[in-house]
């Protein structure tokens, strides 16, 4: 298989399986691929066992089934089965929709060990409306059936500028329903949140401001209820460390089968990423071109190939770095390093503009219609 | 927060304590999160069953390790962990 091999790499911890991109649901940030719908074929249920039997036998530990809404796979019960045989920490991130009592029971005795669900606001007309879905009631619902049988409860909420207004009541609805941890996951814009982007990006004082609150609100909290703030990095001056370096412990896993260093990574050119289906995970974890592409240190240009900071970051996203400047081996233009930066400050200003305007553009929604236009 | 010397001390129903055979470690899992174990706290979370109170896990840690004075260590290590969620009382 083509590609170098590099010594010091390290075994994959995280093993994200999205098993589909079918959705009842269409939120307008949602991280899976514009052009989704040309991916129609899907792994079968031997694939994924597969797949996991041999990620494990690595190294990989916690293990996140998403898609998509993952639920919609038949199988699901059996691969939960599977992976906890094999000692898997099971994670399902889920919309929640169409989640029955039945079903929470029936994953729990496959060994299911917890279930993230994720609500879109705190009132049922913004859930509704950013969900493209009726579902609002229906989520609290599972919220409690989740905790009822005794699963750690973790509810995820995407912030952004339609819903960051609603931070504090998001904070009391997440204490009502007893969530054990609370995922407030500032919206990373990939996908279709790139798309949508003027419409979703919140303006800094409201940033501030969200964050202000839901700061206190972690203190207050503290012991009962854990927040993991995923922060906003459009208005931070040094980019995320992407997926904690890349090929060292983030696995994805595509529909099709195809394996991602990071689940954007189908956009970026030239990559050439492996798919299970033509190799082991062993093969694509330590030989694949795609997961040596961006290894170590040497593909880096200036300012981070002679940065300090560049073990801290490791230059920052590929994908955002791509997606923002075109050149995918570029510094991540969060960076104020970066000679790039500018376009940060025009996609916040053109967010701003776009919030002050009375005929701002409508949000263009999660669909497969949608997604054949824009491909 | 302190560990109450009267009460049991059970291993949190909401996280999973492992052996993990590719790190050589014993490992605590969680929702979205892993931490690593070194020997020594391992095996006073092991001892963690819902049944023994602080002393009775003292006294069967330092027998199990042919030792004496463990008290102030495993006390620290039970308290930080109760502070983390991983064990619980009451
Ligand atoms: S973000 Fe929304 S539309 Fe996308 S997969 Fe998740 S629930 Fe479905
Ligand atoms: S220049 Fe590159 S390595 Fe240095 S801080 Fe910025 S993104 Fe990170």
Known sequence: MAGSN????????????????????????????VDYANYQAELDTEDWKR????????????????????????DL?????????LGYYSNLITSGYGLTEEKIVQLKEAGL????????ASTQELNDHIAGTTSFEHKKEVAHLVKKHGYPMVLCV???????????????????????????????????????????????EQFEQAEQIAQAFKEKVAGKMKIYY??????????????????????????????????????????????????????IWNESKAFNFFRGYEWMKEPCSSCDEKE?????CRCQAYLLTGDMYAADPVCSKSPNHHVIEEAIDSARAGALSDNEKPLIFRNSKNSRLLS | MSINPDQAIKFSPLHRLQWEEAQQKDVILYPEGMVELNQSSAEILKMCDGARKLDQIIADLEQKFATTGLTNDITAFLEVALKNGWIQQN
């Not at chain 1, 797949?51 to 796979?73: D, H, I, W």
């Not at chain 1, 019960?77 to 045989?85: F, G, I, N, S, T």
């Not at chain 1, 204490?175 to 979703?200: F, K, M, S």
Request: net charge negative; hydrophobic share 35%.
């Open chain 1, 51 to 74: 797949v996991l039997t041999q990620a494990r036998k690595m190294g990989a530990v916690q293990l996140g089934f998403s898609g998509g809404e993952p639920l919609t796979r038949k």
């Open chain 1, 312 to 316: 801290k970051d490791f230059g920052g």
């Open chain 1, 158 to 204: 995407v912030i952004h500028r339609e819903n960051i207004h609603q931070m504090p009541e998001i904070l009391a609805m997440a204490e009502e329903l007893g969530a054990d941890y609370l995922e407030l996951a500032n919206t990373q814009y990939y996908g279709w949140a790139h798309t949508n982007r003027d419409l979703l990006l919140p303006t800094k």
């Open chain 1, 230 to 283: 995923v922060v906003p990095d459009f208005y931070e001056d040094r980019p995320k460390a992407c997926m904690n370096g890349w090929g060292t412990t983030f696995l994805t896993i595509a529909p099709d089968g195809v394996a991602l260093p990071c689940h954007s990574a189908r956009e970026l050119p030239g990559l050439d990423c492996p798919n299970v289906k033509d190799y082991s995970i062993d093969q």
């Open chain 1, 113 to 120: 060990d917890h279930i993230q669900v994720s609500i879109q």
């Open chain 1, 77 to 85: 019960p059996e691969l939960v089965k599977h992976a906890r045989d």
């Open chain 1, 6 to 33: 590099k010594t010091n790499i390290t075994p994959p911890r995280w093993l994200l399986a999205e098993l589909t991109y079918a959705c009842p649901l269409q939120c307008p940030y949602c991280a899976n691929p």
